[in-house]
């Protein structure tokens, strides 16, 4: 939700304050500040709850694509088909969960698995991220997060800012 160029993110069932700071990655303490109306014991489905730091999505020309059964991640910039990676997604017990998410931020070299490069999605413990296992892309083996080659989400890392719209859907 957009109002003016602040970000909202709309309440869904079962979230709390606290775990919508974790999707954001964004201390609890300052998500409260910045929403001083609201009651962190009584939030309900539906309700906007500012995201600080955030540009709107809409004020961003790229989005990605994520389709799960094709393991391919598509670029767009605006409206266009600008690219489409290789990648690997989460394997049955731990599926890549499809849902509408933001990058909400960033680490180079994150270390283990997660090769070259890190954005977080704006849902806690999922992001996309590059790989110590390249054989590993085109199949369903991560627990959940979006795999890609190196040079690949070093690429998409240059391209797309903080803010960019993920869409993950289960096909095409």
């Not at 001083?36 to 539906?46: A, E, L, R």
């Not at 680490?107 to 054989?135: A, C, R, V």
Request: some cysteine.
């Amino acid at each position: 939700m957009r109002r003016g160029v602040q970000v909202y993110h709309i309440v869904k069932s079962g979230e709390t304050l606290y775990s919508i700071s974790l999707d954001y990655r964004i201390p609890y303490d300052m998500l409260l500040s910045a929403n001083p109306t609201v009651n962190p014991d009584t939030i309900v489905v539906g309700q906007p709850i500012y995201i600080p730091g955030l540009p709107p999505k809409e004020s961003i020309p790229y989005s990605i694509y994520v389709y799960l059964k094709e393991k391919r991640l598509l670029l767009i910039h605006d409206g266009k088909l600008m690219k489409t990676y290789p990648i690997a997604v989460g394997k049955m017990l731990s599926s890549t969960p499809p849902g509408n998410y933001v990058i909400v931020n960033r680490q180079p070299d994150p270390g283990g698995p997660f090769g070259e490069m890190w954005l977080s999605l704006s849902k806690y413990h999922y992001g996309i991220h590059g790989t110590n296992n390249p054989s590993s892309i085109g199949k369903a083996v991560s627990m959940g997060c979006i795999r890609m080659y190196n040079k690949d989400v070093l690429e998409l890392s240059s391209l797309v800012p903080n803010g960019t719209g993920v869409y993950i859907l289960p096909h095409k």
